[in-house]
């Protein structure tokens, strides 16, 4: 079994494990329109990592203050993405798999090996991270889950591999 809040406080760790999380109204899917081999995949990751230096991490200083709120925005990561460059401080997961090996929660070097086999078109140029801890969705289904598809849908992207942490 795993234990989704190890990381925390105990005394946040109660309050989390009680908290009811009300389920999806549903779940969208839109069937892939094109072979696999010629689609522009994007990959999304809730694991809240940046690129150091590039774009600001998430607020976990706010998230430490405010249990009940989680960092909304997104951070663009790109293709060439190296190891070094990753900066990781989810509040909810061990950061030190992440700075040993991105591809544990976003497979980039992964994909760019089905690339480079053939198995799948192209992995986009950009790519996103979002923070999984979300309390209130409003502004992230409002605001920037929209704003990121429209980004991919600029960039030409036909499908998404969601890699949830």
Request: aromatic share 10%.
């Amino acid at each position: 079994m795993t234990d989704s809040f190890k990381w925390l406080p105990p005394s946040l760790k109660a309050y989390y494990a009680g908290m009811a999380i009300p389920p999806p109204d549903s779940m969208p899917w839109t069937p892939l329109r094109k072979p696999l081999r010629d689609a522009r995949i994007a990959l999304v990751t809730t694991a809240g990592i940046n690129v150091r230096g590039v774009e600001p991490p998430f607020d976990f200083e706010r998230e430490q203050r405010e249990p009940n709120w989680g960092d909304p925005t997104y951070r663009t990561l790109p293709r060439d993405l190296r190891q070094e460059q990753v900066q990781a401080g989810h509040l909810h997961i061990n950061n030190d798999d992440l700075l040993r090996d991105v591809d544990v929660a976003f497979p980039v070097h992964r994909m760019l090996e089905l690339e480079a086999a053939g198995e799948i078109g192209a992995l986009a140029e950009t790519n996103y991270s979002f923070m999984g801890y979300q309390p209130d969705t409003t502004e992230w289904r409002q605001r920037y889950a929209p704003e990121v598809a429209r980004r991919m849908k600029d960039e030409a992207v036909d499908a998404v591999l969601l890699t949830p942490v």
